[in-house]
């Protein structure tokens, strides 16, 4: 089983819909969550930490569920430039972190 | 503030040659960890380095070495290359306080092909 799971996708939607991707982690131990965004053949960029109480950036806001071990991000409102791989990232002590296999959006005109 | 910046950009080499990559960490930054990603994947850990130490290491075999520098720069070196080599590899500086590591941040990466 792998440690952090994905859907893989791809999630194919028009511009101005809501996606909702969801991901789960196997360590109960982990310590820290994140999403990130990777465009094609680019590097990971931080989209947003995670926390317990839930956070909102803009159009974006992210879920942590500990007792169930589930991360969920939702865009409201999908723009072209959101087409992406969103990859789901937990950190388990101090120096690793471990990702998920990522899910591909999609947003057509 | 410098980027992570990584060299080479791209890199082809043949089956059993040895292969070294370069990290520059961004500035005030003391970590660096390496993490390859196959087509298709999510970025596996490689290692860590930490006050020029190894400080952490994933599910990879002892060909796969590195180094950490003075001011904070690293090496992953790469011996007998096997083919299942191929993939983006992905340096990240962050800053160690305490016990733990912030402002997590990625080059761009270096696309190696082994044939």
């Known amino acids: 089983r792998k440690e952090v799971e994905q859907d893989p996708g791809p999630f194919n939607v028009p511009e101005g819909a809501t996606v909702a991707f969801n991901c789960t982690y196997s360590?109960?131990?982990?310590?820290?969550f994140f999403w990130y965004r990777q465009d094609c053949r680019k590097e990971p960029k931080l989209l947003m930490s995670?926390?317990?109480s839930g956070n909102e950036d803009g159009r974006f806001t992210a879920q942590l569920n500990r007792a169930s071990q589930y991360i969920s991000l939702l865009i409201r409102d999908s723009k072209l430039s959101d087409s992406a791989t969103y990859l789901c990232?937990?950190?388990?002590?101090?120096?690793?972190?471990?990702f998920g296999s990522g899910t591909r959006l999609l947003v057509r005109p | 503030e410098t980027g992570v910046t990584q060299s080479p950009t791209h890199l082809i080499k043949t089956r059993g040659q040895q292969v070294t990559l370069r990290c520059s960490s961004q500035s005030g930054h003391n970590t660096v960890s390496w993490y390859q990603q196959a087509l298709g994947q999510g970025p596996q850990f490689i290692f860590q380095y930490y006050r020029e130490e190894e400080n952490g290491r994933g599910n990879f075999p002892p060909r796969f070495s590195g180094l950490q520098f003075p001011n904070y720069s690293s090496e992953l070196n790469v011996n007998a290359l096997e083919l299942d080599d191929s993939a983006l590899y992905l340096c990240?500086?962050?800053?160690?306080?305490?016990?733990?590591?912030?402002?997590?941040?990625f080059g761009s990466g270096t696309r190696l092909t082994v044939v």
């Open positions: 995670v926390y317990s």
């Open positions: 360590n109960s131990a982990s310590q820290s």
């Open positions: 990240a500086s962050s800053l160690r306080t305490g016990a733990r590591d912030y402002g997590y941040t």
């Open positions: 990232v937990v950190n388990v002590g101090s120096y690793k972190l471990i």
